[in-house]
């Protein structure tokens, strides 16, 4: 069964338990230490993973989980998104009356489902995985019991949820009714004989809406918006990161590894989602004046952009895809710590309490400033360098399909509309008329050194990206395209 292909995942499960236990006898003001814990646990297996190698692919699990390159690419990044939100966390903990211990651990449960879901092979470990990281996160969004905001948050998130797991569930049926395997290795080859029925290709569209749920895609967009606004900022955070890349690498398995040949029917359709999605969340985050709401609809434009590397359908989209996770993954944690160790003070999330930021705390204006910056894709960081590998994996297909200069096109007028929101706040940070940032803004050890390596990686991937590109091409090139 080799069990040991899977010792990543054991180890943060383990972890979890352990902070679990941990907390049952720490006293109250002892509890934050549990995640300095858990992030320096996390740390040690972020290391341990480098002595890993996902070449040749090893096969577990009766084949239902793959460790390759593409998967251990994808545990790190998750490693490294949950050490950084473990420390958003730690700062954000004053906020629960109660339950810090059992917040971390869930957060560490949650990692454990994205984990699995970067090894799925089969339809078995797909749908186990994204449940495991959904119901986790119906909690999360909820956490603060006495907040309306997050009561409501959690109950949307758990109706479309469920929804969503709905589609998931019904579209592997269909599919396994179809060609009697949920085995990737083995559905790629029967459907590669099945393009035309329509059965199959009504449960992979069901499938595809299921995952398009994670990543925020359109028509699946909506809830987004509410529950980042009402979730706890460290749980929007992980969601914006963890989530979506977790949706985009079970995406990816899905179109490139399992049908493949049906993927290229459907071009045109994933160049559509990936235009409305692009516009949608451009045009909607322009009013916006909360900035979890406005970083939501961020993330929903964020998922077009990522869309055009699927729907460019070859291995320089994908590779984009794997850079720009990276790149996206520093800038929205970065921005969502700011926004708590300034929030935190006044009580609310308005654009408008940035104003005067970098008087009172000169440093977090600049990190917020690169953030924007970086998000808005100006160069030389490593927002831009994202767009322009999947704007140059774009253009490489128009010259066989037209279709895909109309595609460039819709995104670079999502660019241009993101300027104006995203250098909005930057306008508010240095030229806010209202002054209501306090004198003293308190940063911890810890918060401060994350800030500084998410300032470091969006400047290095921006000016040196060679070596995480090597990385993602590696990666991408175990998927066998």
Known sequence: ????????EIAVIGLGI????????LPREKKIWLGYAAAAGLTLILFGSFSMSGNPATLAFGDMYILDAFALFFKRFFLIAA??????????????????????TLVLFALAGMMFSASAN????????????????????????????SLEAGIKYLILGALSSGFLVYGIALVYGTTSTMDFATLREKSALMTDNPLLLVGLLMIIGGLGFKIAAFPFQFWAPDVYQGSPSSTTAFLAVGSKAAGFALLMRLLFVAVPDITLQWEKLLMVIAGITILYGNLCALPQRNLKRLLGYSSIANAGYLMMGIAAMSASGSTAILYYLYSYMF?????????????????????????????????LAGVMTLSMVSLAGIPPLAGFFGKFLLFEAVIEQASAQSSYYLLAAVAIVGVVISLYYYFGVIRTIYWGKQQMIPEDIQISPASNAALWVCSV???????????LMQAATAAVESLKF
């Open 18 to 25: 352990a902070v679990m236990l941990a907390d049952l006898w």
């Open 1 to 8: 069964m080799n069990i040991a292909a899977s010792i990543l």
């Open 83 to 104: 050490i950084l939100v473990m420390i958003v966390s730690i700062e954000y903990s004053p906020k629960f009356q109660t339950g810090k211990g059992e917040y971390f």
């Open 457 to 467: 990686v969006i400047i290095y991937l921006g000016i040196m990206p060679e070596r």
């Open 122 to 149: 089969h339809f078995a470990l797909l749908f186990v995985s994204m449940e495991l990281m959904t119901i986790t996160f119906y909690v999360l969004t909820s956490f603060l019991r006495n907040q309306i905001l």
């Open 331 to 363: 800038t929205v944690i970065a921005a969502f710590l700011i926004i708590i160790l300034v929030m935190k003070h006044t009580g609310a999330e308005d654009i408008v309490h940035l104003a005067k930021l970098h008087e009172r705390a000169p440093g």
